[in-house]
């Protein structure tokens, strides 16, 4: 991402406590890459190898009066920590530092209020920042005020955020009422999608790893990609066209980074609803990441979260052109470029694959004048086989189906 000319001088600042060198520095390379989204320029760093966190300032009292030294010679505008800071942290490190400081949370927060397309989008991250500023109003009325604006301060239609804790309040019930009714819609779509027997995949992965691209591939979606964190914030659903004639959904969902704000997984929860309800899902990596284990981990550990592990699952492997030093996991697993057509249809394979081990089998003779009921019967199922019985004048229609299907219905009849 280029810098914007009303960038704001950024220096960040991290806690090595017990990770791994290599994993602690990926974390780093993560804050610069969020800051960078966010548009700042990096021009400094401050690290520290640490039993534990300063309780008062985060860092100790000698590395705290080092940052102040570098922000004066770099001419920094913004100080963006690692970590979820505390408050009176806050109020401790600016009686050092007359700069703006935000961290990590607030830092992703900003970058999807920014993003944030849909009403429902903007709404939910709006209820995120509320939830966050509300245990700091005491300390941040003087943060908020540092600079006017930039990064950490905005939010939808840039609005101005009241520090009067009541109309906060106020602001959170009105936006839940809201959202209750956009979620009021979205589960009767959902239900009419159950109900109709459609099979339904859900795309789940970290941030960045492609699932956008893929969406665009497996379908004529045309939807927002770009090599960036959190290209993708609403949920899409789109239909996709196997190469039996099946009809499925295919939903596109935020993506999933290391430490994800606990209030936007709170606040994106009905869009998240959305993915529970498939009947697969295609997680995608990126296995050209640096971290590639620390991605699978964080997105398997909030699978867990959602109560989602459960559902039945392909890992796919994406970006094999960038990969140099590619190791799979132990699930199995597909390695592709989305943008390579022969790899699409190595994943169509198994997705189709997977299709027989989840679904009904069914065999059902068709009459050779009901022509309509054998295309009803490919778009709506997973037709294998058709052969035709000159001696009946029918076909014998072998294939998979959702146990909710009128299909299977019609053969317990």
Known sequence: MGIKKNYEKVIIVGIQTKQPDDRFEYSLLELKLLAENAGGEIVGEVTQKREKRDSKTYIGKGKLNELKDLAEEAEATTVVFNEELSPSQVRNIQEVIDLKVIDRVQLILDI??????????RLQVQLAQLHYLLPRLSGQGVN???????????GPGETKLETDRRHIQNQITDIKHELKKIEEHRERSRSQRKASGVFQIGLIGYTNAGKSTLLNSLTDAQTYEKDQLFATLDPLTRQMVLPTGMKVTLTDTV??????????????????????????????????????????KTVLGLINELDMQDIPRITVYNKKDLATDFHPGIFPNILISAQDTKDIEKLQEEIMKTLKTILVPYELEIPSDKGDLLVQLREQTFLEEQPYDPEKGVYLAKGYAKKESKWIGELNE
């Open 112 to 121: 999807f209020a920014v993003r944030a397309k849909s009403k429902e989008g």
């Open 255 to 296: 993506g999933f980074i290391q430490d994800l704000p606990t209030q936007l997984i709170e606040s994106f929860q009905s869009t998240l609803e959305e993915t529970k309800e498939v009947d697969l899902l295609i997680h995608v990596l990126d296995a050209s990441a640096k971290d590639l284990d620390g991605h699978e």
């Open 144 to 154: 908020l005020s540092r600079l006017g604006g930039g990064i950490g301060t905005r």
